[in-house]
């Protein structure tokens, strides 16, 4: 927040108050009672649509970012411990899963998916697979873009290869409430993960992949259920036997020239489920 307080942010599909600020829906507990809204018109709490677009954005300008690093401007690059990929599943994927070798992270990220939300057209709530979260922004085969991935580990000595978690802040109880409370507390995971990628933390394996235990995240002062959280970092092996088909599809649908290793990393979730 502090970045966006430093001025030059721009807002899409947002509403206008009548002193020049932006609003959207949840902004406040009170909507503000004569708003522009997102389509330039004049909006009253009695107006039968939302004020601002479900899918509302900001940009800000990064060197305004406070936690920017030293190293942001260094033309040698820095090195990584490790790299999350992430999607946006109310069941299923559980907090965060640490892969267990390059090849089975680049699965991971080749596989990954997220339930449709007014970011994307059609239906909300369809689950679309999205590999390494970047499906509109792949230019060219994805097989050739997968086959890349692996090379670049396989380039690199073990010991220098980044760890790959997958991370899903967006689990729902059965009554549709987020078990994980996400923003800030994110950073109890990424402590976990920093930990793993230092040769710290405990785990445990699943047929998915590594998942640390509740005691394992520093859970101290956090506003949340540890039963919430448990259930955030369960894996439902029925769940997943019901997935594996789709991630098989998925794979079959991107075209041979996936590499066998991502196959080879499907039949081995197939064993491993049993």
């Given amino acids: 927040m502090r970045a966006v307080a430093a001025g030059r942010s721009i807002f899409t599909n947002v509403a206008l108050t009548d002193d020049g600020d932006v609003w959207w829906e949840g902004m406040t507990d009170e909507p503000p009672a004569h708003l522009v809204d997102w389509r330039g018109r004049d909006w009253t709490p009695a107006s039968d649509e939302p004020a601002a677009h479900p899918n ?14 030293a190293a942001y401007e260094d033309p040698e690059g820095v090195s990584l411990s490790a790299i999350l990929v992430g999607g946006r599943r109310r069941t299923t994927v559980p907090l965060v899963v640490e ?70 802040w967006f689990c729902r109880g059965d009554d549709g409430r987020f078990l994980w409370p996400g923003f800030g507390e994110n950073t109890r995971v990424l402590a976990w993960v920093v930990g793993r990628a230092a040769g710290r933390g405990d785990a445990e394996e699943t047929p998915v992949g590594l998942v640390p235990p509740v005691e394992a995240l520093d859970l101290q002062g956090l506003e949340a259920d540890p039963d919430d959280v448990r259930a955030a970092l369960a894996v439902d092996v029925d769940e997943w036997r019901a997935e594996r088909p789709e991630v098989g599809a998925w794979l079959d649908a991107l075209g041979p020239t996936v590499p066998a290793a991502l196959h080879a990393e499907r039949e081995e979730l197939a064993r491993r489920l049993g």
């Avoid at 089975?104 to 080749?110: D, E, N, T």
């Avoid at 679309?128 to 670049?152: C, K, N, T």
């Fill in 56 to 69: 509302s954005r900001f940009c800000t300008p990064i060197r305004q970012l406070p936690s920017l690093a």
């Fill in 99 to 168: 892969a267990r070798d390059w090849h089975h992270g680049v699965f991971l990220a080749a596989t990954l998916s997220s339930e449709t939300t007014a970011a994307a057209t059609g239906q909300v709530g369809v689950v679309r697979r999205d590999p390494v979260a970047m499906l509109p922004f792949i230019g060219y085969d994805a097989g050739d873009y997968l086959s890349h991935w692996l090379r670049v580990g396989e380039g690199l000595s073990p010991e220098r290869r980044p760890k790959i978690f997958c991370v899903n």
